[in-house]
């Protein structure tokens, strides 16, 4: 327990630190991320590493989610839709955090209402946990008190990777679809 409050508190000193005012700054995270392999929707091993020369929305959550990601996947497919031809540059991966529940099958469904074509990873549970640490992701099972039901509390945090597999940016749950549109257009316009 005391080990997930000291990565929330460190994810939240970052945040802080990722603005300037109201303006978005792109920074390098080295001590956040990293590259993994874990399985798509189609049963292909998909890396990260997969995506070089592309940028990357990183984003860790689960089908039965009661608001947090049906929320961040939609205001995603806004911006997607603001940016225009520039969406062709960025990919979104969704990794679970709820791989017992969330089947290959289950996640690609969701993830198909989204129109910007999502990437859906899972793996084993130790396989997540080892992705969630790279990140500092926090998830945690808790019980609902309604038979067998169970919730995953977890991050929020959407992770904007550049072409090269550095985080780049921390796209906190409340930023407006402008902002992160203008943070994603920066760091499309940087020279590799």
Known sequence: MV???????????IIVLNCKGNQPVLDKFPEIGGN?????????????????????????????????CSFNLSRLSAVYNKLGSDSEKVKTLF????????????MGKYLSYFKFNPIGLTGTGKEIDKVADLYKIVHIKRETGQGKDY????????????????VR???KQDDPVNQVTAVIRNLLSEKL
């Not at 990794?95 to 289950?106: F, G, L, Q």
Request: charged share 20%; net charge negative.
């Open 95 to 106: 990794v679970t955090v709820d791989p017992a529940r969330d089947t290959k099958e289950k």
């Open 36 to 68: 993994f392999t874990l399985e798509d929707t189609t049963g292909n091993k998909f890396s990260l590493s997969d995506l070089k020369g592309k940028s990357v929305l990183l984003f860790f959550g689960y089908t039965n989610c009661p608001d947090a």
């Open 169 to 171: 940016y921390l796209i």
């Open 3 to 13: 080990k997930n409050f000291f990565a929330l508190f460190f994810l939240y000193g």
């Open 151 to 166: 919730q995953v509390d977890h991050s929020t945090i959407t992770f904007l990777i550049d072409a090269n597999g550095i």
